[in-house]
């Protein structure tokens, strides 16, 4: 016969193991960010990168000259994004700091959306780290001397999104 104690206490037990696997499931806890590869990670240049002309060094107000009227701008922080037809520009100080897209764009290289992961590295060279998160693998680079990084997102063997950005 149960004692009423522990009549209680395997309903929290139990609850308390699904919250876990949720958890861990949601998250995964060995994912690494892409700073943990910046000090074993050779530098590649990559000053040429731009989009439509806009590069990191460019301006919000070179941005809307470029592309118009953003579809949304959304503000976080210290941060505006700016958020077109298949790109994303982040602005921190009237400077883009990030951009992302997933769409009819492409890279100085000319890495684009629908490329096979293998022709970014040909492409960029063997210098790259690579992590995994939320089921994509990402291809990375960093230009150590421009303070630059770029990561390629890959869902099955293909690139489906590229972000280029400032690093610390």
Known sequence: MMRSSEKYMRPRILS?????????????????????????AKSVDL???NVKSISLSSNEKE???IFGSPNEVTEIENAK?????????????????????????????KI????????????YGEDYYERFEQGARIIGYFDKEKNMNIEFICYENKVTGVILERVR
């Open 16 to 40: 308390f193991i699904a919250i876990t696997i949720i958890l861990l499931t949601a998250c995964d806890p060995f994912s690494k960010d892409k700073m943990d590869f910046y000090s074993s």
């Open 47 to 49: 000053s040429e990168e």
């Open 63 to 65: 941005i809307m000259n």
């Open 81 to 109: 994004y700016l958020t077109y037809d298949g790109i994303e520009f982040g602005v921190i100080k009237q400077q883009v700091n990030r951009y992302y897209f997933n769409r009819k764009f492409q890279t100085a290289k």
């Open 112 to 123: 684009k959306i629908g490329d096979a992961a293998e022709n970014v590295q040909h492409s």
